[in-house]
């Protein structure tokens, strides 16, 4: 029973090049969560997705930054034109479908680190 | 954005000790869950909360789900050296329909046990 599959592990990119963070949820997730987590702090929300639909983005940056869980295949983070600051551990959870009036687990996949030089 | 208290934010230990760690929060969960980090990896859920009151073991680990809903504790028994990490705790808020299930963070106990 896979995890939450995460790739690229390490990406290096240039200032103003893209960055494409992928991720497979566990067999029978539907939701999809991406998490900033910046060298010795904690883990920033940044957005939650079902099914080709984004639920909340309230933590994605305005600009240059996008998310999508399409119908078929992994969830994507893009990052355009990436500057130094967005260096950072890119991780995404997964969680099974709403249950109405009860709590589900998230399950952590193992992290992207991008780094920009 | 929203954020939970949690202490202490940092501890050294020795080996055998117990350890204590703990979350507060001004809103009502519906869940608490209790992730430990190591460095360079992902967060990885040790034990999950569902009902006021509950307490729940897994190993030397045992966490309760405090009965106002706004708080919750891990304790960690008979520290080994592996047991050296990142604890984070998250609550989330009651599910509804519509409501979206993200995750308030806590911002974590940086435990170090001394051999």
């Known amino acids: 029973n896979a995890g939450v599959m995460q790739n690229p592990r390490h990406l290096v990119r240039r200032r103003g090049q893209e960055a494409r963070l992928r991720c497979s949820p566990m067999?029978?997730?539907?939701?999809v969560y991406w998490y900033r987590q910046l060298p010795e702090e904690g883990l920033k929300f940044m957005v939650y997705?079902?099914?080709?639909?984004?639920?909340?983005e309230s933590g994605m940056p305005k600009e240059r930054f996008s998310a999508e869980f399409p119908k078929e295949g992994p969830s994507i983070l893009r990052i355009q034109q990436v500057v130094r600051g967005d260096s950072a551990a890119y991780f995404c959870?997964?969680?099974?479908?709403?249950?109405?009036?009860?709590?589900?687990?998230?399950?952590f996949g193992e992290g992207s680190w991008l780094t920009v030089v | 954005g929203q954020q939970l208290n949690q202490s202490p934010q940092s501890m050294f230990i020795q080996e055998g000790e117990d350890v204590s760690m703990n979350c507060t929060s001004s809103?009502?969960?519906?869940?608490w869950l209790w992730y430990k980090q190591e460095p360079g990896e992902g967060p990885v859920l040790l034990i999950a909360?569902?009902?006021a009151g509950e307490l729940t073991s897994n190993g030397r680990l045992t966490a309760q789900f405090g009965i106002t809903r706004k708080d919750s504790f891990l304790n960690i028994s008979a520290s080994i050296p592996s047991d050296v990490g990142i604890y984070f705790c998250?609550?989330?808020?009651?599910?509804?329909?519509?409501?979206?299930?993200?995750?308030?963070w806590g911002l974590g106990t940086s435990l170090a046990v001394n051999p």
């Open positions: 809103s009502i969960f519906n869940t």
């Open positions: 909360l569902y009902k």
């Open positions: 998250a609550g989330q808020l009651r599910v509804s329909a519509g409501n979206n299930r993200k995750l308030i």
């Open positions: 067999k029978g997730h539907s939701h």
């Open positions: 997705l079902q099914k080709e639909n984004i639920i909340d």
């Open positions: 959870a997964s969680s099974p479908a709403n249950r109405e009036g009860s709590g589900n687990t998230i399950y």
